[in-house]
T-cell receptor
Framework: DTAVSQTPKYLVTQMGNDKSIKCEQNLGHDTMYWYKQDSKKFLKIMFSYNNKELIINETVPNRFSPKSPDKAHLNLHINSLELGDSAVYFC???????????FGEGSRLTVL | SQQGEEDPQALSIQEGENATMNCSYKTSINNLQWYRQNSGRGLVHLILIRSNEREKHSGRLRVTLDTSKKSSSLLITASRAADTASYFCATDRDSNYQLIWGAGTKLIIKP
């Protein structure tokens, strides 16, 4: 069983479109994250939820909106996609008292 | 913000040799972690070392932490082709769940 699963794995879309990436974890963790990894492998935290509450909201365009329907799910919706949004987006989870992160396999977004 | 800096950015060695990667950071930390990322995959946690620890081992991995120099090193002994990956350090400086990541070291093990 995959611990942290995200879909889709690949996403190719046109500028201006809206898209969503879904993430689910079956580890029973209370904290979930969205990271963006650019072409130079640089990892940037975007959002983090603890028990469905937003606790980290880094400076990202408000075209990006996370949503956590429950502790096991954290989705990312992106409006009006731009070329600069092309990247690999990683979902991760952890238990608050244990700082080890478990990552999904990533969703590669290409905006044309 | 990016705090950790890995050094070197890239490292290419022969299979069987030891590989050493370094990570420097700027502020005081609670702990430091190392992760591996194989090409096209997610990051995998390798080891966590707390600020009051100086050395930690896990299999062929050895991590050291020098808080006075604000640096850590990851040593992989007897490298294998499967160790080819990017290695990232991440520091944990406060309780707001935010890890600060380095830019990674790309390790290539030549057969």
């Amino acid at each position: 069983d995959t611990a942290v699963s995200q879909t889709p794995k690949y996403l190719v879309t046109q500028m201006g479109n809206d898209k969503s990436i879904k993430c689910e974890q079956n580890l029973g963790h209370d904290t979930m994250y969205w990271y963006k990894q650019d072409s130079k492998k640089f990892l940037k935290i975007m959002f983090s939820y603890n028990n469905k509450e937003l606790i980290i909201n880094e400076t990202v365009p408000n075209r990006f909106s996370p949503k956590s329907p429950d502790k096991a799910h954290l989705n990312l919706h992106i409006n009006s996609l731009e070329l600069g949004d092309s990247a690999v987006y990683f979902c991760a989870s952890s238990q608050r008292t244990v700082r080890e992160l478990f990552f999904g396999e990533g969703s590669r977004l290409t905006v044309l | 913000s990016q705090q950790g800096e890995e050094d070197p950015q890239a490292l290419s060695i022969q299979e069987g040799e030891n590989a050493t990667m370094n990570c420097s950071y700027k502020t005081s930390i609670n702990n430091l972690q190392w992760y591996r990322q194989n090409s096209g995959r997610g990051l995998v946690h390798l080891i966590l070392i707390r600020s009051n620890e100086r050395e930690k081992h896990s299999g062929r991995l050895r991590v050291t932490l020098d808080t006075s120099k604000k640096s850590s090193s990851l040593l992989i002994t007897a490298s294998r082709a499967a160790d080819t990956a990017s290695y990232f350090c991440a520091t944990d400086r406060d309780s707001n769940y935010q890890l600060i990541w380095g830019a990674g070291t790309k390790l290539i093990i030549k057969p």
